[in-house]
């Protein structure tokens, strides 16, 4: 190894990771992920008791927070909010929902709501949120976080793809995608018939080939994906992989799996902060 010339103080570059993501828990029977800034951190759904929350928090080897700036929730299905009212009083947070969500849900007195609407964005802390409404059974919607650079795309439980859906992807970095179920599993599996006709039908969930099939279309900038809301009956973590494995084929993207019981933090990049050089500042 050659020596390096050591960069003066005032030049030295600055890095930190512009955003985390952590998947505290990913399926039907729970879904929490956890964003953070420098200065924001929400938790998107609150599918899992508080107990389970901080069995997860645990086993991260952090301690569960005191206060949440925001429990933002995606649809109104038990797996998603079963618990947003308990984590609103505990943590003393906000929940943000859009107008569909709120009519099918009630919270406890004293729970601070903000409703948006299901195509605008809004900021929340230093996070730029962008929704997207997705066919469910159930009012969803897809959600893209921006901050300093960086996009993450957070989109589960959906039956098809809107053809609008890739182009509201195109600037993540990192994009959290549902890959639900394999189509053979599923129509050969134990679950009765007409539960088989919801999740296959176009306001269900995303099988791996449609899950791919995204996959396939998006932008260049996705350098990490995360495969979630695995059915744990009708798929395996495996066979999801590999279909994922098969579009992403030639590309630079770092493959990730969520599981339902095991948090996974996703190992994004820190980012280099721009922040003007002591010569520049001499020339002005
Ligand atoms: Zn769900
Ligand atoms: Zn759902």
Redesign the pocket.
């Known amino acids: 190894m050659g020596s390096v010339e050591p960069l003066a103080r005032a030049d030295k570059p600055r890095y930190r990771r512009a955003v985390r993501i952590t998947v505290l828990a990913s399926g039907?029977g729970g879904?929490v992920t956890l964003i953070e800034t420098e200065t924001t951190r929400i938790l998107v759904d609150a599918g899992l008791t508080q107990r389970a929350l901080a069995g997860r928090f645990a086993s991260l080897g952090r301690e569960l927070p005191e206060k949440f700036d925001a429990i933002v929730l995606t649809h109104a299905?038990g797996?998603?909010i079963g618990h947003a009212g308990a984590y609103a009083q505990r943590f003393d947070a906000p929940v943000f929902l859009t107008e569909a969500t709120a009519r099918a849900l009630r919270m406890p007195s004293g729970v601070r709501t903000r409703v948006f609407g299901s195509k605008t964005a809004f900021d929340l802390g230093d996070l730029e949120i962008r929704p997207l409404p997705v066919p469910h059974d159930a009012p969803q919607i897809a959600l893209v976080f921006g901050h300093a650079g960086q996009s993450v795309g957070l989109v589960?439980?959906l039956g098809a793809v809107p053809d609008s859906l890739p182009d509201h992807l195109r600037e993540c970095t990192t994009l959290l995608l549902e890959s639900n179920h394999d189509r053979e599993q599923l129509a050969r599996g134990p679950y009765p018939e007409f539960l088989k006709k919801r999740i296959a039908s176009g306001v269900g969930h995303l099988e791996n080939a449609q899950c791919a099939e995204l996959l396939r279309a998006l932008s260049p900038a996705t350098r990490h994906v995360v495969l979630m809301?695995l059915s744990q009956t009708n798929n395996s973590p495996s066979l999801a992989r590999i279909v994922a494995e098969d579009a992403l084929r030639g590309r630079e993207v770092e493959l990730h799996v969520a599981r339902q019981d095991t948090p996974l933090s996703v190992p994004i990049e820190p980012v280099l902060v721009a922040r003007p050089a002591a010569s520049q500042l001499r020339l002005f």
């Open positions: 039907s879904n299905h797996d998603h589960t439980d809301h």
